[in-house]
């Protein structure tokens, strides 16, 4: 699977291999907290914080 422009960019935006984020997006993607899928739905809001946790332990491996 080709990581889209938007995965690219968040490679790049957390300094990850866009395989990593890959797999974190279609993680996160499956457990809602991500929609893949045009527009935004206010009463689906993800938990910033938890996706924060994620992030910044991915940036201290």
Do not use: F, H
């Amino acid at each position: 699977m080709r990581v889209p422009a938007v995965g690219a960019e968040a490679a790049a935006g957390v300094r990850l291999p866009p395989r990593v984020v890959k797999v974190l997006l279609a993680d996160l993607i499956q457990r809602r907290y991500v929609i893949d899928r045009a527009g935004w739905n206010a009463t689906v809001a993800p938990d910033v914080l938890t996706m924060q946790k994620v992030l910044d332990g991915l940036r201290a491996l």
